[in-house]
């Protein structure tokens, strides 16, 4: 995940904007952002359900004060959770699959580009 992360941010010139669903403590962006020294260009929106593991992101994100993260402690599942964090440039979506039916899962794969 973390090569693919760093590949996108090779990828993609100006300012970025990443969205995080079901981003757990965020460890996946966050090592990509500890090898690189462009975070600042960077403006990232994390999705978690658990206060715990979100005030865990949280501190993590405090370790790139040039990059703008905010940690939403809200239902990935319900599309208020995206408002202002859309469009975005990378969308994450790891470690989902285990959390939703099949059925959403399938309709998920679908409606990501
Ligand atoms: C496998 S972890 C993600 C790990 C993350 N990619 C990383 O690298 O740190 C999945 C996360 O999804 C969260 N989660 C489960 N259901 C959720 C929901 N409905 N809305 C938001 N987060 C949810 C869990 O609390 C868990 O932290």
Same mark, same amino acid.
């Given at each position: 995940?973390?090569?693919?992360?760093?590949?996108?941010?090779?990828?993609?010139?100006?300012?970025?904007?990443?969205?995080?669903?079901?981003?757990?403590?965020?460890?996946?962006?966050?090592?990509?952002?500890?090898?690189?020294?462009?975070?600042?260009?960077?403006? +990232? $929106?994390? #999705? *978690?359900?658990?206060?715990?593991? /979100?005030?865990?992101?949280? @501190?993590?994100?405090? &370790?790139? =004060? +040039? $990059?703008? #993260? *905010?940690?939403?402690?809200?239902? /990935?599942?319900?599309?208020? @959770?995206?408002?202002? &964090?859309? =469009? +975005?440039?990378? #969308?994450?979506?790891?470690?989902?699959?285990?959390?939703?039916?099949?059925?959403?899962?399938?309709?998920?794969? +679908?409606?990501?580009?």
């Amino acid at each position: 995940m973390r090569r693919l992360i760093n590949d996108a941010m090779d990828r993609h010139v100006g300012p970025m904007r990443i969205l995080g669903s079901c981003a757990g403590e965020g460890r996946d962006m966050f090592g990509v952002l500890s090898e690189r020294d462009n975070a600042q260009r960077l403006t +990232a $929106t994390l #999705v *978690e359900l658990h206060p715990d593991i /979100a005030e865990r992101a949280r @501190a993590a994100a405090s &370790a790139f =004060p +040039a $990059t703008h #993260v *905010e940690v939403r402690i809200v239902n /990935a599942g319900n599309t208020d @959770a995206y408002v202002g &964090a859309v =469009p +975005a440039d990378l #969308v994450l979506r790891v470690g989902i699959f285990g959390n939703i039916s099949d059925v959403d899962l399938w309709r998920t794969i +679908a409606a990501t580009p």
